[in-house]
T-cell receptor, first 111, second 118 residues
């Protein structure tokens, strides 16, 4: 039973446009959500996070939205840049324990 | 401040051999997590350790796998009698402690060790 799902394996966006990456979860106990970015042959790099007591967190070009009733979160990147091309992982945790990861979405930003 | 260090970056073993993967957390971090990533999949939690203690090993296979985080030195993930299905990227992450000793939510990852079993 996969508790964190990223249903789109890939996403292609034109440079300058908005990228929207989606993530769904099933465990209502999750209280913290994170997005990581990963380049080939490297470890995941923390991007942005949100606590379950909030519904939005913004950091520069990156905004994460949380809809608890729908058990859904999304990452918006505006404007998208070619350097944003990577695999993006959604993760969730309970009480600062282990993180449960989705399978990732490969974002390609075309110049 | 150096990031999370993992070595070796690449490890090749023949079936039946032992694999030892090392992880040095970021300076000041006392919580270590190990994850495994199989091809085309996300990261799967294996084990969570604090110094000298295993906090959560719910993701560890019951046999052949063990982990430790001694008082001094790096955390070690040990795989005995490796099989081809163990071929994967193994990532270590660390996090600092809050005032009460619990971990923060954000984990910082190392570059991973890519294990290939021939």
């Amino acid at each position: 039973d996969q508790q964190v799902k990223q249903n789109s394996p890939s996403l292609s966006v034109q440079e300058g446009r908005i990228s929207i990456l989606n993530c769904d979860y099933t465990n209502s106990m999750f209280d913290y959500f994170l997005w990581y970015k990963k380049y080939p042959a490297e470890g995941p790099t923390f991007l942005i996070s949100i606590s379950s007591i909030k519904d939005k967190n913004e950091d520069g070009r990156f905004t994460v939205f949380l809809n608890k009733s729908a058990k859904h979160l999304s990452l918006h990147i505006v404007p998208s840049q070619p350097g944003d091309s990577a695999v993006y992982f959604c993760a969730a945790s309970v009480n600062a324990g282990k993180s449960t990861f989705g399978d990732g979405t490969t974002l390609t930003v075309k110049p | 401040n150096a990031g999370v260090m993992q070595n070796p970056r690449h490890l090749v073993r023949r079936r039946g051999q032992e694999a030892r993967l090392r992880c040095s957390p970021m300076k000041g971090h006392s919580h270590v997590y190990w994850y495994r990533q199989l091809p085309e999949e996300g990261l799967k939690f294996m084990v969570y350790l604090q110094k000298e203690n295993i906090i959560d090993e719910s993701g560890m296979p019951k046999e052949r796998f063990s982990a430790e985080f001694p008082k001094e030195g790096p955390s070690i993930l040990r795989i005995q009698q490796v099989v081809r299905g163990d071929s994967a990227a193994y990532f270590c992450a660390s996090s600092p402690s809050l005032a009460g000793g619990t971990s923060t939510d954000t984990q910082y990852f190392g570059p991973g060790t890519r294990l290939t079993v021939l």
